[in-house]
């Protein structure tokens, strides 16, 4: 079987994969190379960072099936996918698992000032009583997009005794009393906005959710809130918030994993900021979450290829 792998992924299962089929990485490898080999591909698997566009797939007469190592389709263009009859299948839960932990990871960072406190300390300074924080315990945690991720994020909340609120376009009946038996309370967005000492972001980008924290969602959030965005760039409106951190001095912080223009010599707006961290798109990366994606992806292909004999 001839596999199209359009972004790395584990090492092992890239090795696994090669041992038993006929495997094209795109990445790393010139487009006129690659068109060149491309064909006769059945399967293609991609994460985020590449357009899996009607034209890329064009070229591939043979494809029949998507891998999506991962949850976020936006780079994905499912109108053709749908029309070709093409089957997709999403690996969700285990960068799930990850970004949750790291937005928990990005909410400690500022709330206990540990990046001053690291460099303060590099400059031999010895600044304990500057730098006093504040707890997550008895904060209120406002959720948008309370999914796989975002739900995960709101137990984890819970978990730290925070008062958790999230805002959903799911509003179904059964949805909310799952969330409710989770301690998480479904709500208006504009609760959420202005009332939260943390408004961590989940949802995809589409366009309902481009800009969706914009210069006047920002205006509205509570004074000294943090902000994370570890869903999608262009969810946050960049240039608003940088004069709602700097002119306006109305966010205590933010913190971003995710950016409205990504990749090798991109530099954020928000970069000369000391109460904004900024991350490289990372918040799946953990070689266990990748370990599992990698597992999952041998299964779907090892499924598939039964069915096919």
């Known amino acids: 079987m001839k596999i199209l792998i359009a972004n790395p992924i584990a090492p092992k299962t890239m090795k696994d994969l090669q ?9 790393g490898r ?19 960072g590449v357009q899996m566009s009607a ?3 064009d070229r591939l007469p043979d494809l029949k099936l998507l891998i999506r ?27 799930a698992k990850a970004v949750a932990e790291m937005t928990f990871a990005l909410m400690l960072a500022l709330s206990r000032n540990l990046f001053e406190a690291d460099n303060s ?34 137990r984890l909340g819970a978990a730290w005794d925070m008062e958790v609120i999230a805002y959903d376009m799911n509003t179904s009946s059964t949805f909310t009393a799952k969330l409710a038996d989770e301690d998480i309370r479904l709500t208006s967005f504009d609760e959420v906005i ?10 995809p980008l589409d366009s309902s959710t481009y800009y969706l924290i914009s210069a006047s969602a920002l205006s509205r959030m509570k004074s ?64 266990d979450s990748q ?4 597992c999952r992806i041998k299964e779907i292909i090892s499924s598939y290829d039964a069915e096919q004999m």
């Not at 010139?30 to 985020?48: H, P, T």
């Not at 780079?75 to 999403?90: A, C, H, K, P, T």
């Open 121 to 154: 300390m590099r400059r031999g300074e010895w600044a304990k009583h500057k730098l006093g924080g504040h707890l997550l315990t008895g904060k209120v945690l406002g959720i948008i997009g309370a999914g796989s991720i975002g739900s995960r994020v709101g």
């Open 194 to 203: 202005t009332t939260a000492d943390f408004v961590s972001l989940h949802v």
């Open 224 to 287: 000294g809130a943090i902000l994370i965005n570890i869903a999608r760039g262009g969810v946050v409106d960049e240039q608003a918030l940088y004069k709602a951190l700097t002119e306006e001095n109305r966010l205590r912080g933010a913190a971003l994993d995710v950016h409205e223009q990504e990749g090798e010599g991109k530099l954020s707006p928000l970069a000369e900021l000391p109460n904004v961290i900024l991350t490289p798109h990372i918040g799946a990366m953990t070689i």
């Open 19 to 27: 041992n038993k089929h006929e495997v094209i990485c795109a990445f």
């Open 55 to 57: 034209e890329l797939m």
């Open 69 to 95: 190592a991962g949850s976020g389709i936006d780079n994905l263009d499912i109108e053709y996918v749908q029309r070709r009859g093409l089957e997709l299948i999403r690996i969700p839960e285990p960068g």
């Open 291 to 294: 370990q599992e994606v990698g």
């Open 30 to 48: 010139k487009k006129a190379i690659l068109q060149e080999r491309i064909e006769g591909c059945e399967i293609l698997v991609f994460r985020s």
